[in-house]
């Protein structure tokens, strides 16, 4: 699992690229966090346009990612999501918590 991330005019864009299942999870939610911390973004934009497969431990990443924002005063968008990651989001109801197109 790749990350990179761009700041600009409150938004901090994050591309993820690979694949996303339990063990990146992990340590890709302590990656958001700090993220999130270090620069209380108004609004954080998740790109999942680069993963390749994603299981249902996405669905905690985006969850516990969408909290910390909240937490901090700002949103999540999940953007650019592949249709099996689609799938697995809408599925468990993501949808109703965070924008995802």
């Known amino acids: 699992m790749d990350m990179r991330y761009q700041t600009r005019e409150g938004t901090l864009r994050v591309w ?11 340590r890709l939610m302590a990656r958001l966090s700090a993220l999130v911390e270090d620069h ?3 609004r954080l934009e998740l790109d999942l346009s680069g ?7 996405g669905i905690a990443v985006v969850v516990q990612t969408a909290r910390r924002c909240a937490d901090c005063g700002g949103s999540l968008a999940v ?15 993501i949808h109703r918590l965070v924008d995802i197109g």
Do not use: C, R
Request: glycine share 8%.
């Open 16 to 26: 993820l690229e690979g694949e996303l299942g339990h063990h990146e999870a992990i």
């Open 40 to 42: 209380l973004p108004s």
């Open 51 to 57: 993963l390749e497969f994603m299981d249902s431990s």
């Open 79 to 93: 953007v650019n999501t592949p249709p099996q990651a689609k799938k697995v989001l809408v599925t468990a109801g």
